[in-house]
């Protein structure tokens, strides 16, 4: 049981991890280091009344299995606009 509660912090309470694994954006699934295929592509944030760059991006993970079945255009538009019709509503 301590064991799960360990973790890599300093003393100010950051995650100093060596690794943190990633997961797909789309599917979930964890993204292993050695997947050379996954990309991760940060999508800028607009204000919506004037259209400008807020300096903020939203990160989309996709693992090299998605992209390997010809599925990562559809799998990054399908997220980027999941993405902005939850920013269209808040």
Known sequence: DTLNNLTMQNESGQNVDLYVPRKCSY???LI???DHGAVQINVANIDPSTGLYT???????LTGYIRNKSEGDMAFTTLV????????SS
């Open 27 to 29: 599917t979930n699934r």
């Open 32 to 34: 292993p280091a050695k």
């Open 55 to 61: 300096g903020e991006a939203t990160p989309f993970a």
């Open 81 to 88: 606009q999941e993405s902005d019709a939850k920013a269209m």
